[in-house]
Antibody, heavy 112, light 114 residues
Framework: EVQLVESGGGLVQPGRSLRLSCAASGFTFDDYAMHWVRQAPGKGLEWVSGISWNSGSIGYADSVKGRFTISRDNAKNSLYLQMNSLRAEDTALYYC?????WGQGTLVTVSS | DVVMTQSPLSLPVTLGQPASISCRSSQSLVYSDGNTYLNWFQQRPGQSPRRLIYKVSNRDSGVPDRFSGSGSGTDFTLKISRVEAEDVGVYYCMQGTHWPPRFTFGPGTKVDIK
């Protein structure tokens, strides 16, 4: 079964950092580009960042560029999102996604 | 940057009746390989999004054939031939043609039952 399981979310103060992880299973991880997508409470989907299979291509939404860093470890079948200088507007459910598969999400709340 | 728009943003439908959602992009979504990377996602209440359609008109495995996608260039449509109760949710179009640097989602269309 293809599965993506996110972890690392939580409550964090503005300006602090958090690292999200996504554990992949059930498919050949290094065959696929991977993405982070977020959804603020009651809002639509926002693509956050993506990384190609070999980390050769990486992109970020303008809203997170310079603050967030995506990475992957193909040996560990894992995707990561390092989030620095967090803001209240980064509060959202963060999904790990492969083209046709999404995880259940991990909630990040930025608040003092 | 590519901007995706959808209409309508809210779509009340009668069970058994058809429904149609429009998606437009600010730039052509035809990639250099000839493919058009326009996908449709469904998000039911309280659930993660699920891809329904990829590359404009290809249904994902397990997606009922009452869902169909069409379009080209900058104009795309998702149609539900006969709406069922389980189709309630928010539908998003998403372009992947212009990645890298980025994917872009539309604002979403909320489908509910009249």
């Amino acid at each position: 079964e293809v599965q993506l399981v996110e972890s690392g979310g939580g409550l964090v103060q503005p300006g602090r950092s958090l690292r999200l992880s996504c554990a992949a299973s059930g498919f050949t991880f290094d065959d696929y580009a991977m993405h982070w997508v977020r959804q603020a409470p009651g809002k639509g989907l926002e693509w956050v960042s993506g990384i190609s299979w070999n980390s050769g291509s990486i992109g970020y939404a303008d809203s997170v560029k310079g603050r967030f860093t995506i990475s992957r470890d193909n040996a560990k079948n894992s995707l990561y999102l390092q989030m620095n200088s967090l803001r209240a507007e980064d509060t959202a459910l963060y999904y790990c996604a492969k083209d046709d598969t999404w995880g259940q999400g991990t909630l990040v709340t930025v608040s003092s | 940057d590519v901007v995706m728009t959808q209409s309508p943003l809210s779509l009340p439908v009668t069970l058994g009746q058809p429904a149609s959602i429009s998606c437009r992009s600010s730039q052509s979504l035809v990639y250099s390989d000839g493919n058009t990377y326009l996908n449709w996602f469904q998000q039911r209440p309280g659930q993660s999004p699920r891809r329904l359609i990829y590359k404009v008109s290809n249904r994902d495995s397990g997606v009922p054939d009452r869902f169909s996608g069409s379009g080209s260039g900058t104009d795309f449509t998702l149609k539900i031939s006969r709406v069922e109760a389980e189709d309630v949710g928010v539908y998003y179009c998403m372009q992947g043609t212009h990645w890298p640097p980025r994917f872009t989602f539309g604002p979403g269309t909320k489908v509910d039952i009249k």
